[in-house]
């Protein structure tokens, strides 16, 4: 491992509507992963997966209602982002090291009967997860995500994949604010900017848009192992994508075409853009759990 960024504290003292207590997890490696874990400890885990560029502050809305519903809510902050170390070469990130951390950290949880709330690379990497772990989980629910294993990009990720690789600026407040349907205050772009205090501390934020498996990729083969799994996983499986979002929209159709858990009536189109937890919160909140209910959770 190469050299790692610690993003300071003071960093994140002004963060509105994030009152969650900072937990912290040392993997093998030594990077320290961070999470929120809100919620009684023997209560139904409701596991919040983020995706790039943004970081566990992107459930804040929904972890409270969620918790208030009787569950227990995990939100982790992927390596790279958020509270969690950031190594500063973009070499250092990989598909397969992203699920190789976040398992290790769910298996030192010591998760059971988890319901899945994912979206963005919180589903390429949560998915992977339900893959792997089938008899942890007891339903998914997806929103903007998806799980690609060698298709062409669509055009809006392709001017992404672009943007992040050459553009000589990448302000990600305004990234997620663009992103969008609702207006972000000055506050809560500040907070989505807050964990990158240098240059080299958004490596994993500029890499990713490349590690997704479209087109040719070295995860293409472990995308249709996990595709096999997710074939035969019959637990609820709910999609609930926005209205207004260029690069996911139509992809829930995958799912309820060959995911046998999707066999019910709960899916519905939430309001809003790429990022639904900043526009339509409750509605994601209402698909949760509505999931968890059907699932006996």
Partial sequence: MGKVHRTPDSRFADIPDYPFDPRYHILESGLRL???????????????????PSWSFLYRKMIGPTVNAGYRVLAPDLIGFGKSDKPTSKSEFSYAGHVAWMR????AMGLNNVVLACQDWGSLIGLRLVAAMPDKFSAVVLS?????????????FAKWRTFAKLSPIFPIGGIIQKATTSELTEAEVAAYNAPYDT????????IFPALVPLGENVAVPDQLEAWKALEQFDKPFTCCFSDKDPITRGGFATFQERVPGTNHDLHRTLKGGHFIQEDDPEGFVGAILDTAKLAGV
């Avoid at 961070?34 to 790039?52: K, Q, S």
């Avoid at 799980?147 to 809006?156: F, M, N, R, V, Y």
């Fill in 34 to 52: 961070h999470y929120v874990d809100e919620g009684p400890r023997d209560a139904t885990p409701v596991l919040m997966m983020h995706g790039e």
């Fill in 104 to 107: 290790e950290w769910f298996e």
């Fill in 144 to 156: 903007n995500g998806g799980l690609p294993a060698g298709q062409e990009p669509p055009p809006a």
């Fill in 199 to 206: 240059r080299g501390s958004k490596a994993a934020a500029r």
